[in-house]
Structure formats: structure tokens, C-alpha cells
């Protein structure tokens, strides 16, 4: 793997407590950066699987720290600005300065627009793609002011760049990210910030787990299909760090000059 020198930096990692969110945490601090890990620690009424607990960002945080790296713990809900904003008050107040936004937090469930209830619908776009714009806009205001740069990455999916059946709704909001990483990217230019996002195929974590156990495979058939988009049952789910070295470069000095663009992590599957 790479080595990047993230010495002096923080990293913010939103959606923590386990999966991809726990992979890019470990990885900042490996790289050498103090991180803070954000997370709900709590289940959603809509959701199809468990999310993450209390109990699984403390874990993250001694992984964090094991690396020999600052690790603060902060409960917050992305689709809430208050707590939002007080979380990036929090973190400053503790470093002083952020230097990296990592927009992980993320849901997924399965379910047909024509079918799915409103609620469903809201949830996951306010947690998927309004809790990346929240998160970005609080950072941003800081690197802004600060004056000397930032680096804000983001999860979109291969869903965000293909269809996804039975999964409208997420297709919906991670094509948001993509856009939302292209328009902030534009705004942000002058100050030095570069805004990029990640589009990977399904990752072996919790999420997918979940979502099998809950669901089962037969109701995920229609999510992968010859159309190149999502597909988790019939080939191989990359890992976690996969997904966390395309997070390192793109918040390195080596991609200083890499911004409003999308990195596929998905062994070639949206280029069917």
C-alpha cells in the first residue's frame, strides 16, 4: 500500500462506528492523522439491518488510538444541523482545525419506487445525500475562514453513476452526491479546497450483511443485473480498505489538483 503523510492533520469520518467508516478511520490514523469519528449509534425506523452502536464506536476509537493517533468519539445524526454544527464545533474545540471531511455516513434498504412509503423515501435521502451536503457546508465554512485549504471526500456508489432495481431511492440520492461533489467542487475552487467522491460496488461490511439476512438473496436478484448496475450476490465484494486507499489519495497532497471527479472503485462494473 501507499504511504501518505497525513502528520499534524484531522480527519473527519462521519458514519464511524463500523464498516467503510471504520476502515478510512483506521487508515487516516495509520497515515498519521488524529481522527474524528461521528456516528449515530442508533437504528433508523426504515432500516432493513441493525446500524452501528455506541459499543462499535468505541471500537473504532481504540483502533484509532492503537495506531498511536488522537481518536474523538462524537454521536450525531446527519440529517439534523444542530447536530451537525455542534459536532464540528466539538471537533475544533478539541484539534483547533480540521483538515479532511470523509462524507461516509450512509444507508441502504431495498424496495420498489412504485411500492416504497414516503417515509422510506426521506430517510435515506436525508441520511445519504442531505447529510453529505450538511456535513460539507459546516466543514467548508471552515476551511473557508481558515484560508489555507481542505479536502473534502465523499461515498457515492456505482448506483450514483448506473440504475439500480430495487433500490430507486438510493440510486436517486448517491446520483446526488455526484452532483453535489461537482457543484461544490466549482464553489470551493478559489479557497483551495478540492471536493471528490467514491463510487464503489458493494464492500463487505455489515451493511450488505444485514441486508442478506433481513432480506435474502432473493430479493436482492433484481438489484444485480445485466445493466452493470449494483451487484452483490453474484461477484465479489471488495474490501473495505479498497475503498479507504482511494479515500487516502484523494485527500493526499498527491491529488492537489484532482477535484469534481469520481473515483469507480468496482473492478470495471459500470464500464459494461
Known amino acids: 500500500m501507499v504511504q501518505y503523510d497525513f502528520s499534524g492533520r484531522v480527519a473527519v469520518v462521519t ?20 481522527v474524528v469519528v461521528v456516528d449515530r449509534c442508533g ?13 462499535d464506536l468505541a471500537e473504532t476509537v481504540r483502533a ?18 444542530d447536530e451537525v454544527e455542534a459536532a464540528v464545533a466539538a471537533a475544533l474545540d478539541e484539534f483547533g482545525k ?5 462524507n461516509n455516513a450512509g444507508v441502504w434498504n431495498v424496495a420498489d419506487l412504485v411500492e416504497m412509503d414516503q417515509r422510506r423515501w426521506i430517510d435515506l435521502l436525508e441520511i445519504d445525500l442531505k447529510g453529505t451536503w450538511l456535513c460539507s457546508k ?3 465554512r471552515h476551511f473557508v475562514e481558515r484560508g489555507d485549504g481542505g479536502r473534502v471526500v465523499s461515498t457515492s456508489s456505482t448506483a450514483g453513476l448506473v440504475g439500480a432495481r430495487g433500490s430507486g431511492h438510493y440510486a436517486a440520492a448517491k446520483h446526488g452526491v455526484v452532483g453535489l461533489t461537482k457543484m461544490l467542487a466549482l464553489e470551493l475552487a478559489e479557497h483551495g479546497v478540492t471536493v471528490n467522491c467514491v463510487a464503489p460496488t458493494g464492500v463487505d461490511t455489515p451493511m450488505i450483511d444485514g441486508i442478506l439476512e433481513t432480506v435474502g438473496e432473493e430479493a436482492l436478484t433484481g438489484v444485480s443485473d ?3 448496475s449494483m451487484n452483490i450476490v453474484d461477484e465479489q465484494l471488495v474490501d473495505p480498505v479498497d475503498v479507504s486507499e482511494a479515500y487516502m489519495w484523494l485527500s493526499s497532497d498527491a491529488a492537489r489538483f484532482v477535484t469534481g471527479v469520481v473515483v469507480p472503485v468496482d473492478a470495471g462494473m459500470t464500464a459494461k
Open 64 to 81: 484509532v488510538e492503537a495506531r498511536g493517533q488522537r481518536a474523538l468519539p462524537l454521536r450525531a445524526d446527519v440529517r439534523e444541523e
Open 226 to 228: 445485466a445493466s452493470g
Open 43 to 55: 437504528s433508523i425506523e426504515t432500516g432493513q439491518y441493525p446500524l452501528a452502536t455506541e459499543e
Open 138 to 140: 459546516h466543514v467548508a
Open 98 to 102: 480540521i483538515d479532511v471531511l470523509a
Open 15 to 34: 458514519g464511524a462506528g463500523r464498516g467503510q467508516g471504520r476502515s478510512h478511520a483506521i487508515e487516516y490514523a495509520r497515515h498519521g492523522a488524529d
